[in-house]
């Protein structure tokens, strides 16, 4: 079946560092590729997507592209602030409609 | 995007009884998903909710223990039965998005058992 794997976090920055959250993932045929973000006592929120090979998303300073070569979607910001300290998820949705599948979630945590 | 509202925010239940949540959408949908996110971990496809129809259960879920209705195509419940310390957890109500490219979550519903 389909599967998300993501790095493990946390992971600690520094403001105005750079941040690369890899994600990899396994699906049959050609899904649908996504970030989330969850903030401190909040729900998910869409963060960026690609719905097809060398598609670039892209949100808020953050960065993605989906690389059906390496099925990669790896998230990167040039520029981190403290305000992007959340848990970042990795997900796909494949075939079966928008049923998603998540990798295990990032937490990342930014220091003034 | 799709605005969802999810009630209650949270509650702390006591074992052996039962929650229902409620998640209502500003538009009209025709698949409705229903997630658990577990402490510190990721999350986990309970059951998806069509209009007219029975729920259809992921691995590891059943009805008896999360029945859920669909009444019209925007609005949904799910019921925690029978609620063990185990079952606390963030539960959040999921909708498609337009074109069927995204998906757009409630904010949860945050479920303690004691």
């Known amino acids: 079946g389909d599967s998300v794997t993501q790095m493990e976090g946390p992971v600690t920055l520094s403001e105005e560092a750079f941040l690369t959250i890899n994600c990899t993932y396994t699906a049959t045929g050609y899904p649908s590729l996504f970030w989330y973000v969850q903030y401190p006592g909040e729900g998910l929120q869409l963060l960026l997507k690609?719905?097809?090979?060398?598609d670039k998303g892209s949100n808020k300073g953050f960065e993605a592209t989906y690389r059906k070569e390496t099925t990669s979607f790896h998230l990167e910001k040039g520029s981190v602030q403290v305000s992007d300290s959340a848990v970042y998820f990795c997900a796909l949705s494949g075939a079966a409609g928008n049923k998603l599948t998540f990798g295990g979630g990032t937490r990342v945590l930014v220091k003034p | 995007s799709a605005v969802i509202s999810q009630k209650p925010s949270r509650d702390i239940c006591q074992r052996g009884t039962s929650l229902t949540i409620q998640c209502q959408v500003d538009?009209?949908?025709?698949?409705m998903f229903w997630y658990r996110q577990q402490p510190g971990q990721s999350l986990t496809l309970i059951a998806t909710?069509?209009?007219?129809?029975?729920?259809?259960?992921e691995s590891g879920f059943v009805i008896d223990k999360f029945p859920i209705s669909r009444p019209n195509l925007t609005f949904s419940t799910l019921t925690v039965s029978n609620m063990s310390p185990e079952d606390s957890s963030i539960y959040l109500c999921?909708?498609?998005?337009?074109?069927?490219?995204?998906?757009?979550f409630g904010q949860g519903t945050r479920l303690t058992v004691v």
């Open positions: 999921s909708v498609e998005g337009h074109l069927n490219t995204e998906a757009f």
């Open positions: 538009s009209q949908v025709t698949m």
């Open positions: 690609a719905t097809k090979a060398d």
């Open positions: 909710a069509n209009q007219g129809s029975e729920a259809t259960y």
